[in-house]
């Protein structure tokens, strides 16, 4: 069927990869999943994709400018939808954290609505990711911060608020973040053991 | 602080002039505040500086030319006004092929470039994969340099934290890559190393400063003071004194977030050929700045041009020509005038330096350091000049 936009997105895990499926599929759209790894080049280029979809961040992104140079610059050019023409979808792809490789040839017209509501789930899907790290970090934080707590507790036989305290001036005054007073904390009282 | 850049880099030794810009205070020193963003790949670092996220990044030497030439995945415009680093890459072999070498009468001694090529045509008759980090890059135009006629040669892009994967899985059984990737995949007893990049090319120009075409023109005082930072910090760089201070800048978490040991061998140039080995003296593994290494010489940049326009059936003139003016040596000279010694001449024959050699310049004379091909060819941009 040559009315048949044919998308591979390129996505390991298999949760993300649904997501991004559900928001592309429609009936002039047939979609294959491939995952990262190596040889991927390759394997795109087997499926003579007209589009291809990746995250923007994902460490292989790199081997998908490798189709740039297929089959000679000049024979099959593939090229990332940030072209020379339209800089306000370029900036939200980019934006969204997707990147996209087409087939050069393919009208705009067509690829539109397909890059809009890639960019509208990889966005979310950025924005998910950022924040699940947020909170890990905040988490970790908290741990170490306890930890530091408790030698200051057992080393000074502070109660808990004073030892917190004692912290928090320390790090006001070295203007320093509590988490990293912790850290030289519990660093320095793994060294003394 | 008054004025501030945003740079971006990948976390690799060459980034070491723009983070040492940083920490070591150049660039206070200059009243500039730098921001560092970290980029993971080549294709998003090169994004992030076409659409303005960030002011200028260090890059593939090969890049901005290939953008210029119109290859690659976006369209970019991009120029170098300075160069970062010559040098550093290393070529890595499986230990399988290690052995095949080998037994075809190689001894791996990290330095003859002949030898390690016949051997590799008669250990690998029917050709090889060789992985690169880009495709446009002075590792793949070094690598096509040196076996470009060898039957059944290809290369592939391998991201260089994959490369201990591609080769398990087979796909590659040598690369080209920056340290400490491959020094890191020696410490894996994934691989041997073979050559470093310098038995190829003595001078290869590895990484630029680049900015979009006009920012130097828009920016002068920013610019101006970014390039004496990078400038000092590439000074300070290739002090033997600066090593161990160095490897522990560049070690840490939010930069190369490797341990310092590893770090320290290519900036001392001495290097682990395999997981078990010694280390190997490799003098002049990578140059941050003697030898004239920060000046962008037309000659280097037509030297890749015509490389890429063989390798990828491009009109040679044409190329060399655009290639050139991507690179800036006026704008080196407007603004390092008052602390670099400059040069006289902006083109040199490349490879016909078997020794460093004094040239002249505005004060006197520059060292210009060693500069020869494997095979002892010369590029000479004007035949007979």
């Known amino acids: ?193 | 602080m008054s004025r501030a850049v945003d740079l971006s880099f990948i976390p690799l030794l060459d980034a070491a002039p723009l983070i040492v810009a940083d920490r070591m205070g150049f660039a206070e020193e200059e009243r500039l505040a730098i921001r560092l963003h970290r980029a993971r790949t080549w294709s998003m670092l090169r994004d992030m500086l076409a659409l303005g996220q960030v002011d200028a990044a260090q890059m593939l030497s090969a890049v901005p030319i290939a953008g210029r030439l119109g290859l690659g995945g976006a369209a970019v415009d991009f120029e170098t006004a300075l160069v970062l680093s010559l040098g550093g890459q290393v070529i890595g072999v499986s230990p399988a092929l290690a052995d095949d070498l080998r037994g075809a009468g190689l001894r791996i001694d990290f330095r003859d470039a002949l030898a390690a090529r016949d051997a590799l045509l008669r250990a690998r008759p029917a050709g090889l994969r060789f992985g690169v980090p880009f495709p446009f890059s002075m590792h793949a135009e070094l690598l096509h340099l040196w076996l470009g006629d060898m039957p059944g040669l290809s290369t592939v892009t391998v991201p260089p934290p994959q490369i201990a994967e591609a080769l398990l899985a087979g796909e590659i059984e040598a690369f080209c890559v920056g340290e400490p990737w491959g020094s890191s995949a020696v410490s894996q007893r994934l691989a041997e190393l073979l050559l470093p990049g310098t038995a190829i090319w003595t001078a290869a120009p590895e990484k630029v400063l680049a900015t979009r075409r006009g920012w130097f023109e828009a920016n002068p005082d920013r610019g101006g003071a970014l390039m004496r930072a990078v400038w000092r910090a590439c000074r300070w760089l290739d002090q033997p004194e600066s090593r161990a201070t160095a490897s522990e800048m560049l070690a840490r978490d939010d930069a190369l977030a490797i341990e310092p040991e590893v770090i320290e061998r290519a900036l001392s140039s001495r290097l682990l050929l395999s997981a078990t080995g010694d280390g190997v003296d490799s003098p002049g593994f990578i140059a941050f700045h003697d030898g004239a290494a920060n000046f962008p010489w037309r000659s280097q940049a037509a030297w890749i041009g015509r490389q890429m326009s063989q390798r990828l059936r491009l009109d040679a003139d044409a190329a060399m020509r655009i290639a050139q003016s991507v690179w800036r040596p006026d704008l080196y000279r407007q603004h390092l005038g008052d602390v670099a010694v400059l040069p006289a001449a902006s083109a040199k024959v490349e490879g016909a330096c078997p020794q460093p050699i004094l040239a002249g310049a505005n004060r006197g004379t520059v060292l210009l350091g060693r500069n020869q091909f494997f095979d002892g060819r010369i590029f000479d941009l004007l035949p007979g000049g």
């Open chain 1, 1 to 193: 069927m040559p009315d048949t936009l044919f998308i591979v997105v390129v996505e390991g895990e298999p949760d993300r990869a649904a997501t991004v499926l559900d928001a592309l599929a429609g009936d002039s759209v047939s979609l294959r999943v491939i995952e990262p790894g190596p040889g991927l080049a390759r394997r795109i280029a087997a499926l003579q994709p007209d589009l291809v979809l990746i995250d923007a961040a994902n460490p292989s992104r790199d081997e998908l400018e490798e189709l740039t140079l297929a089959s000679g610059p000049l024979e099959r050019p593939v090229a990332i939808f940030v072209d020379r023409s339209d800089s306000q979808m370029t900036r939200a792809v980019i934006e969204a954290g997707v990147a996209a490789y087409v087939v050069d040839g393919l009208t705009p017209a067509r690829l539109r609505p397909v890059l809009d509501a890639a960019v509208a789930r990889f966005g979310m899907l950025h924005r998910m990711r950022t924040e699940l790290a947020q909170t890990r970090a905040a988490l970790e934080e908290r741990k170490l911060i306890d930890r530091a707590k408790g030698i200051l507790m057992r080393a000074r036989n502070l109660p808990e608020d004073e030892a917190y305290a004692l912290m928090r001036k320390t790090a006001m005054e070295k203007n320093r973040r509590i988490a990293e007073i912790a850290q030289a904390i519990v660093t320095a009282s793994e060294m003394l053991k």
